[in-house]
Each structure stands twice: as C-alpha cells, then as structure tokens.
C-alpha cells in the first residue's frame, strides 16, 4: 500500500502524464499477453492528458478528426479494457472516466475527492477506510464488487484561493 503523499509526488499520479500513462500500460499489457491496441492507446493517451474525468463521449469527439469519426460505442469497449487493467477508473457520480498511475491492488478500497470547484479528481487509498468498510459490509453479509467512494467538496488549491471580494 503506498502512502498517499509520497504517491502524489511521483509523476503520472491523477493524470496530467500521457507519456508516462501509456509507457507503464505498454509494459502491463506486454507482461500480461494482452493487445493494447491503437484505440486503447489513444483512448487512455486522452484521458490521462486530463486531471478532470472525462466521459466517453468527450472522448470519442476528442479522437475524432474530419474523415475519421471515432463511435462512443468502441471508447466504451477500450474503457472496459481499460477499467479493467486498472488503467483508468470510472467515476460512477460523473460517468466519468480518470487515468490511475498508482500502484494499488485490483481490490483496493480508493477514495476520489472531487473537487466541485476546479473539477480535479485526487485519488488515495486509505487503510483504516478500506478496514472500517470491510467490517461494515462483513456484519451486513454484503459481498462488494468494488470499494470506491466517492466524496465531494473543495479541494485544498480551491480552498486557498482568496474569493474575490
Ligand atoms: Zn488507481
Ligand atoms: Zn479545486
């Protein structure tokens, strides 16, 4: 489990890093005999150029060029991919879709605090709320396919900013 701080420093951490993105997905899909395809690349080359999620349809008008109209339909099935290699994660508050450069396990518990200001995702994981979750959801015999919460609010570059008088 990495600690969040020294994460955030590490370059590819909640988008932003395209290269880097896209070095480290090449590698995992080399190791794991996996196609990484020209519209995964490009699918994930565009998420993970943004800080803010972006939704599928976002994305398909980005990859779009005159003469060459990318459909909604294939950016899902790359985001499936996508997803599920632990590329990208889906924000389930804003359809949305956001680059992790981390180096959680497939199962962690995540928490995205999304900021309503600026619109920017920072992801961490928290061992107390993953441990306090699994009791809960233990005692209510409740099997999760997923542990992501989500929490809005300001972020602390937001919160900082002096409001204009
Ligand atoms: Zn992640
Ligand atoms: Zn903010």
Known sequence: MHDHAETHDAAGCCGGDAEGAIARAERICRERDLQ???L????????????????AYDIAERLSEPG?????????????????QGFVHRIASRNAFVSCGHAHSDGAGLVFLICRSCGTIDETTSPEVEHQLGRT???????????ILEVE???EACLGRPTEA
Do not use: N
């Open 68 to 84: 060459r109209r990318v459909a909604a339909v294939s950016v899902y099935r790359a985001l499936d991919f996508l997803t599920e």
């Open 153 to 155: 609010g300001e972020c």
């Open 40 to 55: 995964r690349r490009d699918v994930l080359a565009a998420v993970a150029a943004q800080t803010r999620p972006l939704g």
């Open 137 to 147: 959801l233990a005692k209510a015999g409740f099997k999760p396919v997923s542990r």
């Open 36 to 38: 990484f395809t020209r």
